[in-house]
């Protein structure tokens, strides 16, 4: 009766964490849509380089201008302005 309560409990438990994992993504949802918003009102008025993951799950890094308000990324470098950058000027 003990181990079948334990069993249970464990049952919970694991089914909580995945109940966590959907809400959690329904958090990102709309975090990232507050974000594009955000985002979408920007101007744009200045911009850096900066290196960033190719995409979320990747461990290669590229580069691209990223906006100085609103951290959108908002376009492709080319090798003269990447190497400008490297130099750090
Ligand atoms: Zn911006």
């Known amino acids: 009766m003990l181990l079948r309560g334990a069993k249970e409990v464990a049952k919970f438990l694991f089914m909580a964490k995945f109940k966590k994992v959907s809400s959690l993504?329904?958090?990102k949802r709309i975090i990232s849509?507050?974000?594009?918003?955000?985002?979408?009102e920007c101007t744009?008025?200045?911009?850096?380089i900066k290196?960033?993951?190719?995409?979320e799950v990747s461990s290669t890094f590229i580069f691209r201008w990223i906006c100085n308000n609103c951290e959108k990324m908002i376009g492709i470098?080319?090798?003269?302005?990447i190497k400008k950058y490297?130099?750090?000027?």
């Open 44 to 48: 744009h008025s200045g911009k850096s």
């Open 77 to 81: 470098p080319n090798e003269q302005e």
């Open 33 to 40: 849509k507050e974000i594009e918003d955000l985002q979408n």
């Open 86 to 89: 490297l130099n750090g000027s």
């Open 25 to 27: 993504l329904e958090k």
């Open 51 to 55: 290196s960033i993951k190719e995409h």
